[in-house]
């Protein structure tokens, strides 16, 4: 259990520090994505910028030819504007005009100048009564888009103050956000205006610039082409919505609209990274609103998290691993060294045993002889006794001299069960079946079973193998058991015999197995008192009634079974009576003569 | 000099005084048998060849010299030789003997502490016929 709950331990830590990486390398993932995004809408914006300033560069083209000449012809224009190439090198623009600033006091001669220029038809198409007009004088039209030749943009506020911004501040000046309303689909565009002053006139002062304006060169862009190009590499990375002015409202959308419709579906088309990017474009604002498309996501996607959960899982299963497989090959070693432990106490017990048996046989067989002679003596004696009332009966006198001569023989009895410990002799091992061993005994100890009331049941297993055994040392080791169980159930019982095989499990040597053959021995008597356990096999120890024991039967046995390799365990059975379970080594080749006795 | 005659001489050789005299007591008693007892296993060869006994019984372990040296010395002896011996001795058990007497190598054996008539059938068992 010990080695689970530490395996479990080290699977939580395992666990949390496995998140607490998966996490951290899930943050610099995410920190990686999002510098990796701000780093394309950065690119975005810059290459706004710079198509813008490309652009630009048109204008200041247009503004070089009218500084380069006293006065730029509708054929020069013309010419400039096709040398552009501009739907081949600048898409999106849709119109590119000269805005002549016409006072309306000389609106007649101007109209004369033009017309003499080429355009014979040239209108004013104006409203309202300003001072000063603002004409479109040369208008090359790519795309049909207002506003048309002769217009007076100055009509519209709008871009009258676009106008009037570029003149005053002498700078491309961007117009608020045009719908191009000649576009069938409306699309969003833009204007760009840059003033014309006249040659040889200071532009210093507001004044200045007011008194030396000629006119605007004007470029009319359409949004989406104008941005197209500059998305080229990065629309399958980022999708961009780009709003005139400072802020995302959608009526100012110039360009995308992924935003507003996520604004518009309350959120719900996520709420991932995105970033916001202003930037200046002819004196106006844009946002540039970006997010990343799945393109990036899956471009950006960093499997090193995911790397560092399969690896951090590996590690960590290996870890619990090899901390369940120390913990229970303690368990093992542990187990091991408690059953060596145990071996060794009772090889230590036994080979106590064994010399405290030896010493006892010794004096046993000394004894023995001394007491037989005065045993013999007084047997004789008291024969002769016998025979000497048999002139003079007297049946009392008989009666003790019978009492005597029993009293001698028992005593006979105990001497011979002595010497019989004591006495030297070689088992004699052949192989034999053990079950014949127990019947011929049970045969034996019958007459003590039957006056006794003991019923017997047997449950021989008839497939045990042959063991090398004693077979006349056995009879007396199993004629003793039996005995022993016949004289605990003096009011009857049932005495339960059961051979079997047992493969052990566990044995001292760590992993191999072995097979014994065990006799289990029950009796339902009263049992053995547990402090007498401990004494059952000491010489001359009984429990039973004087003259019924000798109170060497145990210890005889256990000397036999000692000898054939085996082992005897005396218990008490907890629903009454004892058992006794003899165990004998299965293993034929491994069984070895032995002395028996000292 | 019929009578005794007819009577078998056993010889006793034992070290224990008492054991012997009871032995011999309960022997004579039967009738049948004139009874000599020597203590001394030393003397037993001079004993046998004054006494002339029809069958010995022997004891084994004894002082100065052993029952068994006491067999081989008679053994040895053309004259003394066909003199049957039972060994009636401490060394060995009922058990060992049983059933009564038995042969042990060339030898009786009986076990003491024997009851008379064991020892009564084995003379008769053994005693050379007339």
Redesign the interface.
Known sequence: MKSGKSAWIVAALCLIALGWIWSVSRAHAQYNARISFQQQADSVAAKLRERLLVYEGILHGARGLYAASKSVERSEWRAYIDSLSIQERYPGVRAFSFIAAVPRSELDVFLEKTRADGAFDFQIRSSGNLPDLMVVKYDEVFVDVLPPLGYDIASEPVRRSAAERARDTAEMTAMDKLALVTDRTEAPGFLLLYPVYKNDHAVVTLEQRRQAIQGWVMAVFRMEDFVRGVLADSAEQVDMDIFDGQSSECDRLLYGGWSCARNAAGGRLGTGMTSSISMEAGGRTWTLVFRPRQTFYAQVQDRSSVLVLIIGGVISLLLVGIVWSLGTTQIRATTLAEAMTHELRQAHLQLTQAAKLESTGRLAAGV???V??P???????L??LA?QLEAHPDAEIGSVLKEMKQA??RA?SI??GL??FA?QRELELQAEELNPVVENSLILVKHELDRAHVQVVKNLDPSLPKLLIDRLKLEQVFVNVFTNAAHAMPNGGLLTVTTARQIAQVTAQGSAKSARVVVVVDDTGSGIPKKLLAKIYDPFFTTKPTGQGTGLGLTVTQKIIELHSGTIEIQNRPEGGVRVILSFTENISDSKETEYGS | MAVESRKKRILIIDD?L??LR??K??LE?TGRFEVYGEINGTRALEMVRSFRPDLILLDV?MPEIGGEEVAKQLKADKQLCLIPIVFLT??V????VQPPPVHLGEYVFL??????AEVLACIDKHLPPE
């Open positions: 023995a002889h001394e037989k002679n045993l013999a003596i007084m047997l004789m004696g024969e002769y025979g001698v023989m006979d001497v011979r010497l019989n006495s | 224990e008492s054991f009871m032995l007591l309960n008693r372990v401490a060394t058990t009922r058990d060992e076990a003491k502490p024997a009851a008379l």
